[in-house]
């Protein structure tokens, strides 16, 4: 969990970085990974809705299967 956080961390820095769908998606994966699926399921949806035609946002879908 510690690494899913400094993720978060690193996607509040700025709202202007293109790199935040990456740092959102590697957060929750790495929730994923510690067993924290509610909060991963989450961070997975808002890359869903608000990052859509991110990179991270046209692969979403594989990882809200693995969470649902």
Not at 1 to 30: C, R
């Amino acid at each position: 969990e510690k690494a899913a956080d400094l993720y978060l961390d690193a996607a509040a820095v700025t709202e202007l970085n293109a790199q935040i769908p990456e740092y959102l998606l590697n957060a929750g994966i790495n929730l994923m990974k510690s067993g924290n699926n509610e909060d991963a399921k989450d961070l997975f949806e808002s890359i869903r809705e608000e990052y859509a035609t991110s990179s991270a946002g046209r692969e979403i879908a594989q990882y809200l299967a693995l969470v649902n």
